[in-house]
């Protein structure tokens, strides 16, 4: 039988109209095929229909992307098309490690095919090995995307043997090209190092890297210190030849012996004069050296008065500035939220927005800890509670984080437990929406977990492990409501001083009674975390939050993200970490999936005990999964383990649970990677079910 979703595909692709009757609203395929490399997102709510005037826009859109790109030479081309509520806001960018007519096929197969990729959705993402493509009824633009990190390595060669000596001048070359296209014109840097072999030959490694140009420095420097750390964290193990981490908003790569045939233009710099055309002032003759003297003294009094007066100029109006803001801040201290959204009483306390302006330094750069889905992070420092805080400020333009910022307070406002983030307060005034937060110092779960520089001991991975387990247990089973988090990941599990584990961004989440234990609405959560059957049913449960947590186990005891790439042969194929770990659970080797990084040092019992619970609460069945009381149990050794099949079972709700297509010499990245082989959409599509 053919698969589901080829099937929802083949019928959503023969609705498209080919009749000469619309020619502005007909499907044109290109000559050239654009196939995503790796995972690629497409939204499947709110989806425009056939002929609407957000399909006008999006066609519109495409044509302006690809002749933008093409026209100006450079690969690269932002804009959006028509206005709200159909804008459609999209950005296209040619892979710099990739030539000229290779950058140009990739661009016309992709702003032609985008309706194939992704039918009717209002959100798209991908990328093809020459170039990225994406678009949204949202502004993206200037804001970097991590969410995804592909691997493209060649090997056709075999790898160098020197691996220690390449990766130490791969840090050296590849820290300082990313700095230098961070503040480069184009976002992008090339340059070269050499390095020396076992066998004392000396080579050069060439390098690459490039952000897409809407970003600023400091965007652009965030991105490509990620990706230079997944760069190298593939690299520790085994050195190819040629390779890249490719993603929507930045990329990074290498080559060993030979130079990239780029495809990007560098800007023309002017040329510098010779020294033989500069003309040289002619030497004053003795009678004219006093009247300079003069003239020189005249003039360096002249330069420094105009100085010191325009510095106590700038003074004064950076002091007004600031006291512009203050007086702003208590004129808008409004309420744009009815104040009955929220319930009174103890616990979190409403601020003023004058407060937490103030605390955060207005908001200013310097004190910006990250960005989010909906806003950005700031540090502040409250001065009557003598507390240093962490203040989300969510984007006024999303109608998506508005309605989070409202269920994070009324749900997050009323837990406490010690295993969750604390919630400060929250702000609805000055025409912003703000939240409040205890300061985590250590940062999130996923910035220590994939750390090639500071790899997380045993001891405290299975702190961290009890730890998520023990706020679930208080969040399902121990309040007064069971609340559903919905978007359990590393991401959002922030570390204390101590590296306890607090859950939080309670956005997504919902309170259900505790009879009911599942709520049903649209699809929220992340790929490679949510529970396959919900992504289908739009069901939320307690079981899919426990789902959610034998993913984020595993990936705590493997230090892999959710999707890997595996090598079978000479073939490769994308893998969800789920059933690659049940695969050698099946083999009797399931302690062969441990991080490779803690080089063994860790109790071989308690490794099993946790990566055998995360199986079963990961269960492909979820009326076989247990409460999470039940997993806690077995975790804390109150409870044997359980008894689980030798091979992964198939789930009954979807077609069966198996390798991806696979494709004889692809190429592919590391197996710790986010992405996976080249395949077709369809292929990709069907396969995004178990991420």
Known sequence: MAPLHFLILLAIV??????????????????GIFIPVGPYYCSTTGNYTLKSPYQVNLRKLMDDLQSGAIANH???????????????????????????????????????????????????KAREDACVLRYSNESFFSVADLTSAFHVSDTSNSSVTNVAGVNATLLSLMSRLAAEAAVSELRLAKGSQVYKGSKGISQVIYGLAQCTRDLNASECSRCLTYF??????????????????????CNVAYKIGEDFDSSIRPAIASAPMAPSTIAQPPDPSPGTRPTLGIVAGVTGGSIAFVICTGTLVCILLRHRSIKAREREVDVFDDDPLEDNTFDKGTGPRQFRYRELATAAGFFSDEEKLGEGGFGSVYKGYLKDMDLWVAIKRVSKSSQQGRKEYISEVKIISRLRHRNLVQLIGWCHGGGELLLVYELMPNGSLNSHIHSQNNVLSWQLRSGIVLGIGSALVYLHQDWEQ???????????????????AKLGDFG?????????QSHTTALAGTMGYMDPE??????????????????VLLEICCGRRPIIVVQDSEEYATMHLVQWVWECYGRGRIIDAADARLNGEFDGDEMERV?????????PDRTLRPFIRQAISVLRMEAPLPSLPTNMPVATFMPPMHHLQRESGATTGSSSGSAGTKHSSIATKTSSLLR
């Not at 023969?14 to 000559?31: G, K, Q, R, V």
């Not at 990941?489 to 001083?497: R, Y």
Request: hydrophobic residues 40%; negative net charge.
């Open 14 to 31: 023969s609705s498209f109209p080919y009749s000469t009757a619309a020619p502005d609203l007909t499907l044109t395929i290109s000559a």
């Open 74 to 124: 450079a690969g690269f081309n932002y804009t959006v098309a028509g206005e709200a509520p159909d804008a459609v806001f999209g950005l296209t960018m040619c892979y710099a490690d990739r030539n000229w007519t290779q950058c140009q096929n990739c661009l016309q197969a992709a702003t032609s095919e985008v309706e194939l990729i992704c039918p009717f959705s209002r959100e798209m």
């Open 228 to 249: 230079v750390e997944e760069l190298l964290r593939s690299s520790s193990l085994s050195v190819e030849i040629n390779d890249a981490v490719k993603g929507y908003s």
């Open 482 to 500: 069971c609340v559903l988090h919905r978007d359990i990941k590393p991401s959002n599990i922030l570390l204390d001083a101590s590296f306890n």
């Open 508 to 516: 997504l989440a919902r309170m259900v009674d505790h009879e009911r």
């Open 534 to 551: 919900c992504m289908l049913s739009g069901s939320a449960s307690t079981t899919s939050d426990v789902y959610s947590f034998g993913v």
């Open 611 to 619: 990566m055998i619970t995360a199986l079963w609460c990961a269960h």
